[in-house]
């Protein structure tokens, strides 16, 4: 379970008629697709009674869960003076950035590096493997390439159903001859 929730810390400056703001503001913050025009996403969240100090201030904004998928995101600032008259708008909207606390992406267009094969889990249909891998389930599996080596250690292998017609017909001629098989490996009738 992951630790943090959907709410995230928003600073700024705020000066009054030129001049660094000191006091209380009331703030109203909403989130838009757009630094202009654009569509409302979310908000406004309003934060009244906000301490103003030589110009900085600090609140906490949440939007809710779900809102930030990747595309780009501004948010639209409004103040006035604690509880009085109307917001004014500041201008621009302030551009939403990455920060360098993220746990977990819901979704990744790519990746970059390795995985590794315990971070993997559920299974692999046998479309998502390359056409290169064998698997156990194989059936009429034809290698290529000469056979080299005695064959000692194969088993399990029967000659009616693993090995095409050609072979089997050598192998037949090499019993009659009385090869004990010893070049062909261990093979079952």
Known sequence: MRAQ?????????????????NGSYDFRFALYDSVTNGSL???????????????????ILDFGPGLFPGPAQWV???VRTNGA???AALIPRQPILAVPYAIFAYSASNLLGTVAAAQLSGPLTLAQL??????????????????SGSGAGLTGLNALTNCDNATFIAMAKALEAGDTFGNWGRFSW
């Open 130 to 147: 390359p056409g290169a891998v064998l698997t156990n389930n194989e059936k009429g599996i034809t290698l290529g390439g000469a056979f």
């Open 76 to 78: 639209d600032v409004a």
């Open 85 to 87: 008259g109307a917001f």
């Open 41 to 59: 996403i979310a908000g406004p969240v309003t934060n009244t009674a906000t301490a103003v100090a030589d110009a900085s201030f600090s609140v």
């Open 5 to 21: 929730g959907t709410a995230f810390m928003y600073q700024g400056r705020l000066n009054n008629g030129g001049t660094a703001a």
